[in-house]
């Protein structure tokens, strides 16, 4: 079906594709079992395709299907986005029996890293949602006002019987670079920490990407489950084709708070329990690692601070602990100072932090288009999900992968790592190694 304008004043590359006139939104309370046996349970109820995915230790919101689309490029893309979505709720009966955090309308974002990209931005929203928050749970339909009284909502076994189809996994999986070799991305990170030591700069976050193919097409549910079982203190995603788990919370804004997780500063685990104990204790008091950090948080909390009357900034990072890797991390907060900032404006603020593109950040930025030669796309860019209120969840589509629209046996799994003066190339690269295991050990 053709895109049609949802209103003259809106730039051009705004569209809803598919969106009915009027739309009905019905949010009533979900019987579900407990999550604690499971974290990846939500993604039970998800078909093979048109997947959704916005979980974490069991809570979250699963959707699919798609009743309007908002697609937007350049500079505003978060903006116009915005505007977009605020037209179309305006076009919404809303009927919500829950009224918690993911209830009514939502809709499931994706932003390019880069507003030069051609893969812009969209919002999707749904037209089933299945969601979880503690032991509240939900179904959230949307349907075209075609009639006074809209089709009853699905019962659980109806729910379940959407995702009945058997997850597949893609059997055998072969690798091969990307747009650079090992070897090349050894020579640009060397590039990187020239540029920075000649004062050009502080920090640049370059990215890696590795091609991989499958023998079967790639079933995004195999991804889901796989990630939220093995990294269920991540965020697991799926939304137009980018399927990861990140670590990294660009922003929650919920009931006039707002947090941001900031990571920066690695090191790989090695499988024994006295060991890490000791590399996380060397991370905690690693120059380098807490050079890289401070400069993500200050970016952070410069960009916040105008939304905000007050804010906590600790004074020093955690060590947070992954299966893979362990961070520093510094959990950023603030009050914010007006109702009707929304997530997304908030996300829009903060990206590109110096955690996923360095400081300053308009001449990383810079460096990052002449020497990384990568698309990185929607990489790196804000994901998560919008509602009604302007409340959401956005964070960084790290550890990820993109599914290719042309060939269903085909992915681009993707990994950074913040360049200072102090980087060495090839610890850079064992790095990206680590960081690639989740997406690798997903595919199986």
């Not at 505003?76 to 009224?99: C, I, K, N, P, Y």
């Not at 809709?107 to 890293?113: Q, V």
């Not at 900032?341 to 460096?367: E, K, Y």
Request: hydrophobic share 45%.
């Amino acid at each position: 079906m053709g895109a049609m304008n949802i209103d003259s004043s809106l730039a051009s590359a705004e569209h809803l594709i598919a969106a009915p006139a009027r739309l009905v939104v019905r949010t009533t309370p979900l019987d579900l079992p407990s999550a604690d046996a499971d974290p990846a349970a939500l993604l039970d109820f998800l078909p093979a395709d048109s997947s959704l995915s916005w979980v974490r230790r069991g809570d979250g919101l699963v959707a699919w299907g798609e009743v309007a689309r908002i697609e937007t490029t350049g500079d505003a893309q978060f903006s116009r986005a915005e505007s977009a979505w605020g037209h179309l709720l305006q076009t919404m009966t809303v009927h919500d029996d829950v009224r918690a955090p993911g209830t009514g309308p939502v809709a499931f974002g994706s932003f390019s890293f880069d507003p030069s990209s051609g893969a812009g931005g969209v919002l999707v929203v749904p037209a089933v949602v299945v969601g979880r928050r503690g032991s509240t749970a939900w179904v959230t339909t949307v349907t075209p006002d075609t009639a006074e009284t809209g089709p009853a909502q699905p019962t659980l076994a109806e729910l379940l019987s959407v995702g009945a189809e058997p997850v597949r996994g893609p059997g055998r999986v072969t690798y091969s670079a990307g747009s650079r070799t090992a070897e090349e991305w050894l020579d640009i990170v060397t590039q990187a920490v020239a540029r920075i030591r000649s004062g050009a700069l502080d920090k640049v976050v370059l990215a890696r990407e590795v091609v991989a193919r499958t023998a079967a097409p790639v079933d995004p549910r195999w991804l889901l489950q796989r990630l939220a079982g093995s990294y269920p203190g991540c965020w697991t995603f799926s939304v137009d084709g980018m399927v990861g788990a990140t670590p990294e919370l660009l922003v929650r804004s919920e009931k006039g708070l707002a947090i941001s997780r900031v990571l920066a500063g690695t090191v790989r685990r090695t499988g024994d329990d006295d060991a890490d104990l000791v590399h996380a204790a060397h991370l905690a008091r690693s120059s380098k690692d807490l050079e890289e950090h401070e400069y993500a948080v200050s970016s952070v909390a410069r960009e916040l601070e105008p939304f905000c009357t007050s804010m906590n900034v600790p004074e020093a990072p955690f060590v947070l602990h992954l299966p893979n890797v362990m961070h520093l991390a510094t959990d950023v907060t603030g009050v914010l100072d007006r109702p009707g900032v929304s997530s997304l404006t908030l996300a829009a603020a903060l990206h590109p932090s110096a955690a996923v593109c360095g400081t300053p950040t308009l001449v990383a930025r810079d460096l990052i288009r002449e020497i990384e030669g990568l698309e990185r796309a929607r990489y790196a860019g804000p994901v998560g999900w919008l509602g009604a209120d302007g409340d959401g969840e956005w964070g960084i589509a790290l550890r990820s992968a993109e599914l290719s629209p042309e060939d269903p046996c085909e992915l681009r799994l993707f990994a950074g790592c913040g360049i200072v003066a102090a980087s060495d190339p090839e610890a850079e690269l064992a790095e990206t190694e680590a960081k690639l295991e989740p997406m690798r050990s997903a595919l199986g």
